[in-house]
């Protein structure tokens, strides 16, 4: 989620993301960050490229109407929850089978860091006050029951949140009912893609031992 004064340092992000020089993963701060840029990205370019492609050659067009532009907005803000809960799943599951007898100190270390990430960002424009906090009590929710089933593998963990995330897509309802499955595997592939990304970025021993400490009173 790009904020005007966080522009450059974006940009550099993404600039050092394509010539490969991403920054290793080795503590809870790090991991944190790690959340917040992949539950974003999975969730906004899958809003933008789908719209795009929906509206074809009149993508630029739409994409400069501000009412679009608005529910564009609207809908990437309302994903984000959801993409906090899909990513913040699939570290949990990277994590769990190193955490031993530290098992629920470890959930709920990745339950608050995710959840930290979430309170990085007041309410957005075109949200009331309940909505995002009902999406946050949701997100806290779905944290702690992941606890309850073995880990799932990275492209499962899209198939409880896809039909959510698609009924947020800012396209007409109509012009989009046949294209489910798409949006579906999109976010099953994006997920394989996270994990391969975090499992090559991370120390992940070093990560939980960083986590469990600041989980500490």
């Not at 929850?81 to 913040?88: D, H, K, R, S, Y």
């Not at 779905?142 to 073995?150: E, K, R, S, T, W």
Request: glycine content about 6%; proline content about 6%.
């Amino acid at each position: 989620m790009i904020r005007l004064k966080e522009l450059g340092n974006e940009l550099k992000a993404v600039s050092d993301w394509v010539r490969g020089r991403r920054p290793p993963v080795h503590d809870a701060r790090a991991l944190a960050d790690f959340v917040n840029e992949h539950a974003a990205f999975l969730v906004q370019k899958g809003i933008y490229e789908y719209s795009r492609a929906r509206a074809g050659h009149y993508a630029k067009v739409l994409f400069k109407e501000q009412a679009f532009i608005e529910a564009v907005d609207r809908a990437r803000w309302s994903a984000f929850p959801i993409g906090l809960a899909m990513v913040g799943e699939l570290v949990e599951g990277a994590l769990r089978p190193l955490a031993g007898d530290a098992r629920n100190d470890e959930l709920e270390a990745v339950a608050a860091l995710v959840l930290s990430v979430f309170d990085r960002y007041p309410l957005p424009a075109g949200l009331d006050a309940k909505t995002w906090s009902d999406a946050r009590t949701a997100l806290a929710r779905h944290m702690q029951l992941v606890g309850l089933h073995p880990p799932k593998r990275a492209f499962e963990i899209a198939d409880p949140f896809a039909k959510a995330y698609f009924d947020l897509l800012p396209i007409n309802e109509e012009l989009r009912r046949s294209e489910f499955p798409t949006i579906h595997s999109y976010l099953r592939v994006t997920l394989c893609n996270v994990h391969a990304e975090l499992t090559k970025r991370a120390d992940l021993p070093g990560v939980l031992a960083s986590l469990l400490a600041t989980a500490k009173p």
